[in-house]
């Protein structure tokens, strides 16, 4: 069992950054693949970025955050990081961090475990 904990979420204006933290506890997994996810009201949930556990592979939705946001871990604090800059409105969500076992993806339905969500909201 893998528990996750997000923290960092806030009010931010536009322009502004965010870092958005997932502390994991329980059974961490060293080929476990770490995402945050994120839901606007009325939206499906969104994969925003994920990385391995050893951090040697990433994947980033970069049609949505266009380079804008960075995934990140430390595996000594078993704490992975979402970097968020030049925010948008478009980016207010619910930010999710999950978990799952290799291989990395993009499909929410694949992440076995899940953080309780952290607001991030964006104004103009």
């Known amino acids: 069992q893998v528990q996750l904990v997000e923290s960092g979420g806030g009010l931010v204006e536009a322009g502004g950054s965010l870092r958005l933290s997932c502390a994991a506890s329980?059974?961490?997994?060293?080929?476990?693949?770490m995402g945050w996810f994120r839901q606007a009201p009325g939206k499906e949930r969104e994969f925003v970025a994920a990385?391995?556990?050893?951090?040697?592979?990433?994947?980033s939705n970069t049609e949505a955050v266009k380079g804008r946001f960075t995934i990140s871990r430390d595996n000594a604090l078993n704490t992975f990081y979402l970097q968020m800059s030049s925010l948008e409105t478009e980016d207010t969500a619910v930010y999710y961090c999950?978990?799952?076992?290799?291989?990395?993806?993009?499909?929410?339905?694949?992440?076995?475990?899940w953080g309780q969500g952290t607001q991030v909201t964006v104004s103009s």
């Open positions: 999950a978990a799952k076992r290799w291989p990395i993806s993009r499909r929410a339905n694949e992440y076995a475990y």
């Open positions: 329980g059974r961490t997994f060293l080929n476990s693949i």
């Open positions: 990385i391995a556990w050893n951090g040697a592979t990433t994947d």
